[in-house]
C-alpha cells in the first residue's frame, strides 16, 4: 500500500471495447449484512430476555457469565456476521500483493522490493457494509476498497460479502509487523498462506505458525504462487513437497493451490475456493453461534425443564384443609340443627384455627414447588402469602358468608295450619261426643267431617316437620357451598395466582432459554 493518502485505486480492467466505462457508483450499503446476524440478534434477545425474567432466580455467577457473553456476542454482531474474512498471509517476496490484486482485478495493493513499508493491512470488500468490521480490524480508510461496480453484474456475486486481506509479511524484522498478523490472524475465517517455490520450507513459517495451528485444516489453505518462475515440469514436484510439509506440520488436510498472479494460472480455480468459502458460515458466526448455545445452557441449568403438573394446582385440598381449619362443616351442621329446632339463633363462623391454615399452606407449597429449583422455590414461598396472612384472608372472607338460622316460613304456616285443623278436628270431636252423651247440641259435624280434618291436621304436621327438615338441610349446605367458595376465592388470590405467576416467570425463562439455545 502506498504511503501518500492521497493516492487513487487503479480502475477495473477496461472491458472490451475501445472505450474506457464510465465511472459508476459503488454497491449501496447493506449490501452484505443480512439473515444470519439478524437470526443471532434475535438469539441475544432471548438470552438478555431470559436473564431479565430470571432476575434473582438465577445463581450470579451464571447472570454474570452470561451477561458477558451477551455483550461480547452484541460488540461482534454490530458488525455483522454475514462477512467472510479471507486473509493473505505469507513472507517477503512471496508475491501477496500481487495474487490480492489478481484476485480483485484491481491494482490497489502495492507490489515491489519496497515491501513491506508499513504494518498496515490492506482490504478488499465485496459488496458494502465492511466498514465497521474493517474498523474492528484495524484496516485504515485509506487503505481499503469497495470491489463491486454495476459494470460488474453478476459477475462477482460469488464473492459478496468476501473481506479479502493483504497481510504484512510474517518474517519482516520490524516487530510491529508481526504484531498485526497475529493479531488479525485469529478473526478470520479463511486463512491463505502465499508461498513461493524458493522459500516455501522457510522455518519462520512451518514453526512459528504452521505447525502451532494444527486442527485449523479446514480453514486454512497454501497457495504456491509464482509457479511461472520454475518449468513446468517441475511445478507438481514442488506442490507434492509443500504437502509432504504440511503433513509433518500436523496439517495433512490442507490443499495447496499453484498459482501465478503475473499469468493469471490458478487464479479462477483459487476464486473458486474463496466463494465456496463464502457460501459457508462466517467463523464469527459460528463462534457467536457456540457461545450463545453455551449461554443459553448454562440458564437451563438454573430452570426445571416441566412445571409442576397441573393436579398439583388443584385448589380442592387446600379448600378442604382450609374449611377443616373454619370448622365449616361443623358450622353448617349447626345451622341445620338451629332451623330445624328452630331456635333462631345463628352460630359464628370465622374463627379459623392457625395450625390448620398452616398445614394447608405447607400442602400447597410442597405441590406447587415441586421439582423447581431452590431460588425459584424460595421465591414463589415469599410470593405466596404467609400462614398468618392467609389465616386472616379466610377469616375475613368467612365474615361476609351469610349465616342465618331463621325458621323456615313454610314450615310455620303448615305449622299454624296443621294446629288449626287439630284445634278443629277436637272440637268436632267433642261435638260428637257430647251428642252421643244426649246433649242438645244445634249442630253436629258429621263423624266424616271429623275424621278428614284431624287426619288433614296429621298430614299438615308431617309437612312442617319435612319442609323444616328440608329448609335446615339446604340452609347448612348452603352455608358450607358458600364458605367454600369464599375459603377458594381466598386461597385463589393468596396461593393459585401468586403460584401462576412465578410458574408463568419460569415457563418463560426456560422458553427464552431454548429459544438462545437454538440454531440458525
Known sequence: MSDDPTSTPAAPPVPDGDEPPPVVPAAP??????????????????????????????????????????????????????????????????????????????????????????????????????????????????????????????????????????????????????????????????????????????????????????????????????????????????????????????????AVHPVSAVTGDGVRELRDVLAQAVARRSVAAAHADAELADAARAVLTQVAPREPAPNALALGVVVDRLAAAAGLTAVGAAVAAAVRGGSGRAPRLGDVHADGVGLARASWLSGATQGLPQRWAADLRDRVATTVELRLAVTDALAHVPVAARRSRAAVVLLVLAALAGVAGLVGAGLLVADAQGASLPWVPPGAVVAGVLALALVLLVASLLVRGRAARTRGERVVTDGRAAIEAAARGRLLTPTQDVLAEHRHARELAARALAAD
Open 29 to 254: 450499503d447493506g449490501a452484505v449484512r443480512g439473515a444470519t446476524t439478524a437470526a443471532l440478534e434475535g438469539r441475544v434477545d432471548a438470552l438478555d430476555g431470559a436473564l431479565a425474567v430470571g432476575g434473582a432466580r438465577f445463581d450470579p455467577a451464571v447472570v454474570a457469565e452470561v451477561g458477558a457473553t451477551i455483550d461480547r456476542v452484541r460488540e461482534r454482531l454490530a458488525l455483522g456476521v454475514d462477512h467472510t474474512v479471507v486473509a493473505l498471509a505469507g513472507g517477503t517476496g512471496s508475491g501477496k500483493s500481487s495474487l490480492f490484486n489478481a484476485v480483485s482485478g484491481l491494482q490497489f495493493a502495492d507490489v515491489g522490493v519496497r515491501r513491506p513499508t508499513t504494518s498496515r493491512v490492506t482490504a478488499c470488500v465485496w459488496g458494502g457494509d465492511g466498514d465497521a468490521l474493517l474498523d474492528w480490524i484495524g484496516v485504515e480508510p485509506e487503505h481499503r476498497i469497495e470491489r463491486e461496480s454495476l459494470l460488474d453484474g453478476d459477475r462477482e456475486a460469488s464473492l459478496r460479502g468476501l473481506v479479502l486481506l493483504d497481510l504484512p509479511d510474517h518474517d519482516s524484522i520490524a516487530p510491529e509487523h508481526r504484531d498485526v498478523v497475529d493479531r488479525v490472524l485469529p478473526q478470520v475465517d479463511l486463512l491463505v498462506w502465499v508461498v513461493d517455490p524458493q522459500k516455501y520450507a522457510d522455518d519462520a513459517l512451518h514453526s512459528g505458525y504452521l505447525q502451532r495451528m494444527t486442527g485449523r485444516d479446514s480453514s486454512m489453505l497454501v497457495v504456491l504462487n509464482q509457479v511461472d518462475t520454475v518449468p513446468a515440469e517441475v511445478r507438481a514436484d514442488l506442490a507434492a513437497d509443500v504437502r509432504r510439509l504440511l503433513v509433518e506440520d500436523g496439517l495433512p488436510d490442507v
